[in-house]
């Protein structure tokens, strides 16, 4: 798909900060499981964070698309920093499609100008793709709501301003996806509780915990959207999520291409570059195949959004299969290093590493191919 003059610029631009910005330090950030929050507050300057907030809430007002052409870039570099980064406005999605006016003029323009993190929770640790069959309640009482649950696997539990939770409202009502509702919760409350998770495969520079809510309250006012439509608010998020998971995906599977290409070039073996060798080029034929039909789905699940033709399906197809090519990939370019493919400083065993995890969050491939399944044969 052709891009306008204004979205290879954007592109450009992000490319020139992930590779000014990221290259240095992603290494360090990696080993000691870490952020460095100059990066945040450099893309907060640059206006690369939100790009589709609307320009009276601080943003840019752009689309889909051109946020993931940021997120592309951002993962070509570094998937790891990349995802730190888009993850500190995760949510405001939601603030932004149903939430007051009072709700938007309080949160949007701080998450922009990179003064407070957000996040998201809804994952729990019995409880992954079955979002409706979460446990942690708020129950009101009078003017306020009281939380209590946990949470798993939660980004910026530990660092982020407030995060967007999936609460139970209505415990006794029979269609348990009319149960839930969303909130917005500030993390200073009495009651938050945050424990990092350490020692992870992918992205481990980013800030991921479990997070414990112990009669939290929050005011009335904090409820997002109407009450007994969390499930469907969530969901609506998920969309737009998934297609910025598989801009990051593509982006890392890229820079594994990239490294690639670079090694059998340099690399001589049997007297000639790996280059040379028919083998290595059907190789990386099939890898440059693969991302140019990732990319183009990508792309085309991002526009239709853009444009309000919201396909669930199509969106699922385009982070199922942007993900697990981004695996297959990187997983080559490890393969067409030989022996230095899994040494750090040979620097691309780090783009199979976070490749792994983009299969799994913001809705596991399985899940994906069930949406695929359920839009073109119906429900049985």
């Keep these: 798909m052709e891009l306008t003059h204004e ?3 954007i592109k450009m631009a992000a490319r020139e900060f992930a590779e000014k910005e990221f290259t240095d330090i992603a290494r360090v950030l990696d080993e000691e499981e870490r952020f460095d929050d100059r990066l945040w507050k450099k893309a907060a300057e640059l206006g690369f964070l939100g790009v ?3 320009e009276k809430y601080g943003g840019a007002g752009l689309g889909q698309l051109d946020q993931a052409l940021i997120i592309e870039e951002f993962g070509r570099v570094d998937g790891g920093i990349g995802q730190t980064l888009i993850a500190t406005y995760f949510g405001t999605q939601m603030i932004l499609a149903v939430g007051t006016e009072e709700q ?5 323009p701080k998450v922009v100008s990179g003064e407070w993190r957000a996040g998201m929770a809804s994952t729990e640790p019995d409880v992954g793709s079955d979002v409706a069959s979460i446990a942690t309640t708020a129950i009101k009482d009078g003017d306020e709501y009281v939380l209590n649950g946990n949470k798993m696997f939660i980004t910026n539990g530990s660092l982020g301003d407030f995060l967007v939770v999936l609460a139970v409202t209505d ?3 029979p269609r348990k996806h009319n149960r839930l509702s969303t909130f917005i919760v500030e993390t200073n409350r009495p009651g938050y509780e945050a424990n990092k998770l350490h020692g992870k495969l992918s992205i481990r520079c980013s800030d991921t915990c479990e997070v414990a809510f112990k009669n939290l309250r929050i005011p009335k006012e904090n409820l997002l959207g109407p009450e007994g439509r969390g499930f469907y608010i969530l969901m609506d998020f998920f969309n737009r999520a998934r297609i910025d998971i598989g801009g990051i995906a593509i982006g890392t599977a890229q820079g594994a291409l990239d490294k690639a ?6 690399r001589k073996q049997f007297g000639a570059p790996l280059a040379a060798l028919p083998t290595v080029q059907t190789k990386i034929a099939d890898m440059a195949t693969l991302l140019e039909a990732g990319r183009s789905l990508l792309y085309r699940a991002a526009r239709d959004l853009d444009e309000g033709n919201v396909d669930p399906s199509l969106i699922a197809m385009a982070k199922w299969y942007t993900c697990e090519l981004a ?6 370019a490890i393969q067409l290093h030989g022996g230095y493919g899994i040494l750090k400083e ?8 976070d490749a792994k995890v983009f299969e799994i969050f913001e809705g596991t491939k ?3 191919k069930i949406l695929i399944g359920r839009k073109l044969l119906g429900k049985f």
């Design 7 to 9: 979205q290879r610029d």
């Design 171 to 173: 415990p006794g009502n």
């Design 366 to 368: 399985e899940v994906e």
């Design 261 to 266: 290409i670079a090694h059998v070039k340099k």
């Design 104 to 108: 938007k003029q309080k949160y949007l």
């Design 327 to 332: 695996v297959k990939i990187s997983d080559e």
């Design 52 to 54: 589709f907030i609307d």
């Design 346 to 353: 040979y620097n691309v065993e780090h783009y199979w590493r």
